[in-house]
């Protein structure tokens, strides 16, 4: 592992490794960090990781010496690095300004200066978009859509399916211990019409926990499909013939249409017997309680990463970090695909794995959703997903 500063890299591994890290996913394995000289750290694992080099991505490097003479509050408030841009303000709340990092070893073709600004509401947003107040513009309104296509300043820059988004279901808790009840879950809901009517479109459906275009998707697998007359079958099985009650932890707004989503949904839940209590949160609460597995149900998401282990390990299906679900079977496919290196052999493990996740459905899997971003005409973006990290996604500019 090359690099200028090893301790730095030392430092951030035993930072990700300690018990109270939200990165301690990542270095479970890993058992010893030791600097040897100026360029390099050997990472000693209990065991083969396989995607070790995917681990790398999610763990960036912090500055040791910075971390510790300002403290970890003071660092989360202006935190320093070596990417394209460095911190110039940040106003919480109202606008981070960042300006292009000259010591920047990569391509520096890049704006002079970015500023990023939270706007709450989507039609301030689009109105901040088509007068050139802002240049790039998250999470458009799908209604503004169509109308957008046509506009002369500002066009869609879409990317279909990326973000997956998932609804846990605490399977250490009743009535969601039992899988009959969470299979009847998914068979009670039609994905069709929340894709087709609450999103009008901008979305694909997905009836197990993999976008099919990722590696590790097995297509033998059938997922669910809309078949109240069995949700019920198995909701009487399981000893629920006259229906459940249910709360289900949500967020307003910080997907595409979550709230109307969840409201059809629940609707969709009701007409097999479950009743549904919708309980919106704050997202920090909401994401902590999730942390926790203080839920019943609950939301997150999932963009495309290069490993199917960063997918599952961010999920937190993974017993040791894990504090709704529980799977001998799905901790040892787990294990077996970090320690298999071959890369043929590893994708059956990940494709048997993605039938039992499929079989033991500890989520509801209903949706993908599209990101619609908006750009000014004049501005060369795309977006372009390659990480997704704690319910967010991340884009980077790439070239044609």
Do not use: C
Request: charged share 25%; glycine share 8%; proline share 6%.
């Amino acid at each position: 592992m090359m690099g200028r500063y090893p301790q730095d890299v030392k430092f951030t591994f035993d930072a990700a490794a300690d018990a109270k890290s939200v990165r301690r996913n990542y270095t479970i394995n890993i058992v010893k960090t030791e600097v040897i000289d100026k360029y390099t750290v050997i990472v000693t694992s209990d065991k083969p990781i396989a995607n070790m080099v995917s681990i790398l991505s999610a763990l960036f490097i912090l500055p040791k010496a910075t971390y510790e003479r300002v403290g970890e509050d003071a660092f989360g408030k202006a935190p320093v690095g070596t990417g394209r841009y460095k911190l110039i303000q940040w106003e919480r709340g109202q606008r981070i300004v960042m300006e292009s990092n000259d010591a920047f070893w990569g391509n520096k073709d890049q704006p002079k200066r970015l500023i990023v600004r939270p706007i709450a509401e989507p039609t301030t947003r689009l109105a901040e978009l088509r007068t050139g107040r802002a240049q790039v513009v998250k999470g458009l309104p799908v209604e503004a859509i169509p109308e957008l296509e046509k506009d002369p300043v500002a066009k869609i820059a879409p990317a279909k399916g990326i973000r997956q988004i998932y609804y846990p279901l605490n399977t250490l808790r009743k009535p969601f211990n039992d899988v009959r009840v969470r299979r009847a879950l998914n068979y009670a809901v039609d994905r069709e019409a929340i894709v087709k009517y609450v999103l009008d479109g901008r979305g694909e459906i997905r009836t197990g926990p993999m976008n099919p275009r990722a590696w590790g998707f097995d297509p033998k697998t059938q997922g669910y499909s809309y078949n109240p007359e069995m949700a019920k079958k198995l909701l009487a099985e399981a000893g629920y013939p006259n229906g459940l009650e249910m709360t289900w932890n949500m967020t307003r707004g910080t997907y595409l249409k979550d709230a109307e989503i969840a409201e059809a949904v629940a609707n969709q839940l009701g007409k097999v017997g479950v009743r549904v209590k919708l309980n919106f949160l704050e997202r920090g609460t909401l994401f902590q309680k999730y942390y926790d597995g203080d839920f019943d149900a609950s939301i997150t998401a999932w963009s495309l990463t290069a490993d199917p282990d960063n997918l599952y390990t961010g999920l937190r299906i993974y017993s040791p970090a894990s504090k709704w679900y529980r799977n001998p079977e799905v901790d040892k496919l787990l294990e077996k695909g970090r320690e298999t290196v071959d890369t043929a052999q590893r994708l059956k493990v990940y494709q048997q794995l993605y039938d039992v996740l499929v079989q033991d459905a500890p989520w509801l899997m209903i949706h993908a959703q599209d990101e619609n971003y908006g750009v000014n005409r004049k501005v060369d973006w795309k977006p372009y997903p390659f990480l997704g990290i704690g319910g967010n996604t991340y884009f980077t500019p790439m070239p044609e």
